[in-house]
């Protein structure tokens, strides 16, 4: 009477449960499924007894579930991720923890599964919505080298185009901004060979900067930029 009693209790929290409840035989076979399946995937679970566990699983995932019988046959428990078809082409993926039962001398084994569809969808958004926050930080960061450039270049030219229409030019001066436009364009070159070796998932090695080279660019360039009142 106590196991009578039991198995009604198992029964009745089975018919209840949210999640997706199946036992099945020594072939592989569904004896029993839970209301849940008509709930959740508009499966009638009387239509299931007597069908292979695997009828439903996509193909490339039944060996993973068989796998998993066959562990939980052996060791008392596994568990499972597959995707199953529930009508037509439509898939959903579940989260499976298999159990070994003994009921009558016969070796069963419970399946409880939990539809993780919409949890895996919503994480592929988050990955989707991090990498477009990664690459608005990455288009930003080219966007201020690109300035910085830009701004070595114009003003060396600005300042040598102010020198040319003087009376007197200063060669030196002249050499030196000139210097400063060349170094600016191989640094915009090599910038965008970057870039591109990113968007070609290329490994770019690294390199050593001279920044006292750098941060004379930039101060030479003050004074023109900055004016004589400064």
């Not at 949210?18 to 849940?36: G, H, R, T």
């Not at 870039?195 to 690294?206: I, Y």
Request: no cysteine; net charge negative.
């Amino acid at each position: 009477a106590e196991a009578r009693r039991s198995e009604v209790l198992v029964r009745l929290l089975a018919d209840h449960a949210n999640d997706l409840v199946s036992l099945v035989d020594a072939d592989d076979k569904i004896v029993y499924a839970s209301p849940s399946h008509k709930r959740l995937w508009d499966l009638n679970p009387a239509h299931e007894l007597g069908a292979l566990i695997d009828d439903h699983i996509h193909p490339a995932d039944r060996p993973r579930l068989r796998e998993a019988l066959r562990l939980a046959r052996a060791h008392g428990a596994a568990t499972a991720s597959v995707r199953v078809l529930v009508s037509g082409e439509r898939q959903r993926e579940v989260i499976s923890a298999l159990h070994r039962l003994e009921l009558d001398g016969n070796v069963l084994v419970t399946i409880s599964s939990r539809d993780i569809t919409d949890e895996r969808a919503l994480e592929s958004r988050l990955r989707e919505s991090e990498k477009l926050e990664a690459l608005g930080r990455l288009a930003g960061g080219i966007a201020h080298d690109f300035n910085n450039y830009l701004t070595i270049i114009l003003g060396s030219a600005t300042h040598l185009q102010h020198e040319l229409t003087q009376d007197g030019l200063d060669p030196v001066s002249a050499v030196e901004d000139t210097g400063a436009i060349v170094r600016a364009a191989r640094g915009s070159r090599d910038l965008i060979r970057n870039l591109l070796g990113f968007a070609r998932r290329q490994v770019v090695p690294a390199q050593t900067v001279n920044l006292v080279e750098h941060l004379g660019d930039l101060g030479a360039l003050l004074p023109p930029l900055l004016g004589p009142g400064v």
